[in-house]
């Protein structure tokens, strides 16, 4: 219904695998299409990150991330939702000449084409800095969001592996971002803890953190997140699979919003993790007996969260309402 932490490379379709693949003469490998979903005997983050690679080869000129972003915003489109935020890395594009401002010139334009002749939906780009990345090869992704954001750029990101550098390393970086008036989220608080999602919030100037689910709630951290309104895009699945959380039940989802804190229900990777927003809600119902005024409840959450106009926020909140039943129907069912 919403999403608001879907990573592109982490949700082609097998038919984007096989289309792409015909067209660049690229082998899949005997074990696909296997080979594109995490092992249930994944490790870790790192691990799980692995999976992305494959995809990235097929997603490296402007033809292809164009079809890529137009088939996923079609799909989404097709499987009832009203509202989507699609992430990417620009620098993760470039390994056979694109620029990154050609990699995002392309999304636009699929993200455009994608979104043509559609009622009642919408779905807007988030451009990730990557913590392997060094200022220089990150900053365009900054300089990029405030160029196109009237073509669908909406936020900018900091993803990758979590432990590999904290957040204060990138604090000149997001500096650059808040003088633009960019929306910010980060990915925090999954491989790492609480004090990495402090830094991302005080340092970072994050408005959303993706996961954080291992926020400790103390006093002083449920008031610095309500103060600062942050909202939380919990991925459970991707979780669970990067062992970041050890089942469903540990998913803080009644804990965080119990203090009040802001919590969204998000897939993070279609088919690195196989699933979708459809499938983490009927898993929060499985295991918490989430009700129905529950789930509009996080997919208000989800709309007052999502970088988009306030015009649009009131929209889709008369959208969500008159699918509601019918979504919650679907949640239940098995």
Known sequence: MIDLHLHLDGSLSIEDFK?????YNYDL??????NIYVN?????LEEYLERFNLPLQLLQDEFSVAYAV???VNRLYQMGYIYAEIRFAPQLH??????QENAVIAACAGLRNGLRDKKNFNAKLILCCMRQADYETNLPAIILADK?????VAAVDLAGPEAFKTGDNYAKLFDEAKERNLNITIHAGEACGSDEVIRCVDLLHAQRIGHGVHLELNRDNIMKMTMNNIAFEFCPTSNLQTTSLPSYQHVPLREFDRYGIRVTINSDNMTVSNTNVLDEYRHMYKTFNIQKYEVRHFLINSINASFTSMVEKQALLRELDLRLTDFYNKIIEE
């Open 40 to 44: 249930s005997d994944c490790k870790s």
């Open 19 to 23: 289309y792409l693949a015909n067209r």
């Open 148 to 152: 196109y954001r009237n073509a669908g």
């Open 94 to 99: 470039t390994q056979k000449g694109m620029s």
């Open 29 to 34: 490998g005997s074990d696909f299409p296997n």
């Open 70 to 72: 137009s088939s996923l």
